[in-house]
């Protein structure tokens, strides 16, 4: 049984006095567990502060990205071990903006898959296609080159550390969301793919996320699909209230 997995990525969003109350608010609403595991991935100069604000709490933080070396000169870069030392278990990596406005190749975003391995943080791996390849019928290629790329020289065992978020880049901050049954065909198709590159045990355990203008209102419907097993939120992430709505779903 995978426990489901609901993370809020607020990318550049957030002063640190904001992103504060926002955690104290988000730890009062969990008192108790819920039983989807709860992320958030503030800005790097907020996660320090975030991470006291959370310390003994149920809830995790991710970084929004890493760089792949350790240490160096790599101006305005900040390692897996930085991320670890301010608080992370988790780090997003290949986000489609990191992708898209910031050059990220598949090369890159498997050495930053390996870096945050070795920090000890949890890998939240992100895949999907554009609005001109889903239309080209091209989906299922480029998420296996993706995850080939991605995943390359990855074992079984690094495999179990990851979670793979399937964002269709034409649902990020559009208000368009891939219905259930586009999120849920492509979800099994990624589960099948790593089964027989990885076992069938790793795809039974390997968390997949739906990211893409989810909300309250659609949540539960995506969250019901046998493959997905939780969601990467943009948007809605950022209000608490809209945040708590989706993990309560
Ligand atoms: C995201 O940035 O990962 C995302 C899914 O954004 P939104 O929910 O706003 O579409």
Redesign the pocket.
């Known amino acids: 049984m995978i426990q489901p997995v609901i993370a809020g990525?607020w990318?550049m969003n957030k002063h640190i006095g904001e992103a504060v109350a926002f955690a104290r608010r988000l730890r009062a609403a969990f008192a108790t567990p819920p039983a989807r595991e709860v992320i958030i991935a503030p800005p790097f100069t907020a996660l320090h502060a975030v991470a006291e604000a959370l310390r003994g709490s149920c809830i995790r933080m991710a970084a929004q990205t890493l760089h792949e070396a350790e240490k160096g000169a790599f101006t305005g870069e900040i390692s897996g071990g930085m991320l670890r030392e301010a608080g992370c278990t988790h780090v997003i990596v290949g986000?489609s903006?990191r992708r898209t406005l910031f050059g990220e190749s598949d090369g890159s975003i498997n050495r930053k898959l390996r870096a945050a391995l070795i920090a000890g943080l949890q890998p939240i791996f992100?895949i999907g296609e554009s609005l001109r390849q889903r239309e080209a019928g091209e989906t299922p290629k480029v998420i296996e080159g993706q995850l080939k790329e991605g995943l390359n020289n990855l074992t079984a065992d690094d495999i179990g550390l990851c979670i793979i978020?399937y964002?269709p880049v034409w649902?990020?901050?559009?208000g368009k969301t891939a219905s259930p049954e586009q999120a849920q065909e492509v979800h099994r198709f990624i589960r099948e793919w790593i089964a027989r590159q990885y076992g069938g045990a790793a795809a039974e355990r390997l968390a997949i996320l739906y990211?893409?203008?989810?909300t309250p209102a659609n949540a539960a419907a995506l969250l019901a699909q046998p493959d997905i097993n939780g969601a990467?939120?943009?948007?809605?992430?950022l209000d608490v209230d809209s945040f708590v709505q989706v993990i309560g779903h």
Do not use: Q
């Not at 649902?171 to 559009?174: D, E, N, P, R």
């Not at 990211?211 to 989810?214: E, M, N, R």
């Open positions: 990525n990318k986000h903006e992100c978020a964002e649902a990020i901050g559009t990211g893409g203008s989810v990467l939120v943009g948007g809605a992430s």
